[in-house]
Nanobody, 121 residues
Framework: QVQLVESGGGLVQPGGSLSVSCAAS????????MAWYRQAPGKERELVAT???????NYSTSVKGRFTISRDNAKNTVYLQMNSLKPEDTALYYC???????????????WGQGTQVTVSS
């Protein structure tokens, strides 16, 4: 089993910056993709950014140029640096990890518990 612990988030003014991180622990042989999703009240969960095991990022149109996803494979941790934040970025941010416990097992998807990001003056 894999556990994901998120940290960071909080309250920031429009135009400000914030970062969140997510550390994976437990029975981990390898991790493939890592990602961040978000869900605002009354809306569906949406993909924010993904990063492959080799470090190639991909972003949603709404955050491209403002957010940066990165990962530290030695620490099994994924980060999301958020700049030029807007009120519409307010949401619960979830990390998502595809991992397997051994080379003979298939990859499973794991979710963090969510961390709140609020952008408001």
């Amino acid at each position: 089993q894999v556990q994901l612990v998120e940290s960071g988030g909080g309250l920031v003014q429009p135009g400000g910056s914030l970062s969140v991180s997510c550390a994976a622990s437990g029975s981990i042989f390898s991790i493939t993709s890592m990602a961040w999703y978000r869900q605002a009240p009354g809306k569906e969960r949406e993909l924010v950014a993904t990063i492959t095991s080799s470090g190639r990022p991909n972003y949603s149109t709404s955050v491209k140029g403002r957010f940066t996803i990165s990962r530290d494979n030695a620490k099994n941790t994924v980060y999301l640096q958020m700049n030029s934040l807007k009120p519409e970025d307010t949401a619960l941010y979830y990390c998502n990890v595809r991992a397997r416990a051994s080379r003979w097992e298939s990859f499973s998807t794991y979710w963090g518990q969510g961390t709140q990001v609020t952008v408001s003056s």
